[in-house]
């Protein structure tokens, strides 16, 4: 009885999850840009130059350009690179679109202690940190994966807690 009732809960929790990432979908380059700049910013960890490195997706990589220059944080966004893995010199951001990227460069990410960024509900839940994304109702919703925050060393401004869905 306590076996069928564990895995009833098992079953119940994983459908949660999935009808949660099947109501939200990734945001569209331009949101996911202006939003990574605003929300980035709460990460407490950024300041200086910051360098964004993206994997996995130009339209992103060309919006966030439009930001090189502006205060970001408690710094300035001095570069935006791309890549299709792991980035040659460690960024200050990995913004993630490929997700069959993901495993590599979380993994690069935990070890050199660089925030991950994606707009992909999927991504967030298989590891990345930050999540900007669409929900059902077209607005836009600000993911937090607090496992893989602790893990990335990430020292939020406790503010983020207001304007984001955390994750564990």
């Given at each position: 009885m306590k076996k069928n009732v ?69 710094g300035t966004l001095k570069s ?52 900007v994304v669409v929900g059902d ?32």
């Open positions: 564990t895995l009833i809960s098992l079953f119940a929790f994983v459908a949660l999850l999935f009808a949660t990432a099947l109501a939200q979908k990734p945001a569209p380059a331009n949101v996911a840009a202006a939003l990574t700049v605003k929300i980035a910013g709460f990460n407490k960890n950024l300041t200086g130059d910051i360098t964004i490195y993206v994997v996995g997706n130009d339209d992103i990589a060309s919006e966030l350009k439009k930001a090189v220059g502006k205060p970001l944080g408690g935006v690179t791309t890549g299709s893995g792991a980035p040659s010199s460690k960024p200050s951001i990995i913004f993630i679109s490929n997700a069959g990227a993901v495993g590599a460069i979380t993994k690069y990410s935990r070890a050199n202690k660089v925030l991950t960024v994606t707009n992909d509900p999927g991504i967030v839940s298989d590891g990345a940190t930050l999540g109702d077209g607005k836009p919703k600000i993911l937090l994966n607090l496992t893989s925050s602790v893990e990335e060393g990430v020292d939020w401004n406790p503010a983020i807690m207001k304007v984001a869905q955390t994750i564990k």
